[in-house]
């Protein structure tokens, strides 16, 4: 049962435009929300995170949106660089416990 | 600082040998959890070690896994008896706080089973 679902296995963007990735989840518990990004041969690294208490968390180039009724968020970043060529992973942690639950991932790609 | 270090890198065994993988973890991180990444699959979580509590060992799939931890450093995953779908790459993270601090991973460790 896959309680977090990143539908867009892969995304291609031009250089400068918004990318962004979306990921929905069905697990009612979850109360904070992760995106990580990996680069091949390396372990992904932290991006940005999201309280249930809101709706919105900026941090420079990105911003992570939360929809609880529709138990959707996404990720934009705005703009696209080449480095922002990654997979990357959105995670939920379930409210009581402290595991995280990460989806399949989306592999974005940067065209110059 | 160093971050969080996993050895081997590569790992390649035989059906049916029993493996040992190693994560040193970021120094003054009490939290300590495994994954592992099946190709072309998301991260699934194995096991978390908090500080001296029990570890939630709810993701193991197997009793052919199991994890120790040494106090707040070093930890072990072991596999024994290994099959060709313990074939995954096992990564390792550390967080200061459990899941709402950010976790810091290794680069893993690819193990194939042959």
């Known amino acids: 049962d896959q309680q977090v679902k990143q539908n867009s296995p892969s995304l291609s963007v031009q250089e400068g435009r918004i990318s962004i990735l979306n990921c929905d989840y069905t697990?009612?518990?979850?109360?904070?929300f992760l995106w990580y990004k990996k680069y091949p041969a390396e372990g992904p690294t932290f991006l940005i995170s999201i309280s249930s208490i809101k709706d919105k968390n900026e941090d420079g180039r990105f911003t992570v949106f939360l929809n609880k009724s529709a138990k959707h968020l996404s990720l934009h970043i705005v703009p696209s660089q080449p480095g922002d060529s990654a997979v990357y992973f959105c995670?939920?942690?379930?409210?009581?416990?402290?595991?995280?639950?990460f989806g399949t991932g989306t592999r974005l790609t940067i065209i110059p | 600082g160093a971050g969080v270090s996993q050895s081997p890198s590569n790992k390649v065994t035989e059906k049916g040998k029993d493996v040992e993988l190693r994560c040193d973890p970021i120094s003054g991180h009490t939290a300590l959890y495994w994954y592992r990444q099946r190709l072309g699959q998301g991260l699934e979580f194995l096991i978390y070690?908090?500080?001296?509590?029990?570890?939630?060992k709810s993701g193991l799939p197997s009793d052919r896994f199991s994890a120790e931890r040494t106090g707040e450093s070093v930890s072990t995953l072991t596999i024994q008896r290994t099959q060709q779908e313990d074939s995954a790459v096992y990564l390792c993270?550390?967080?200061?706080?459990?899941?709402?601090?950010?976790?810091?991973f290794g680069n893993g460790t690819r193990l194939t089973v042959t």
């Open positions: 993270a550390s967080s200061f706080q459990g899941a709402t601090s950010p976790l810091h």
């Open positions: 070690f908090q500080g001296n509590s029990a570890p939630d």
């Open positions: 995670a939920a942690r379930d409210f009581g416990n402290e595991k995280l639950t």
């Open positions: 697990n009612s518990m979850f109360d904070y």
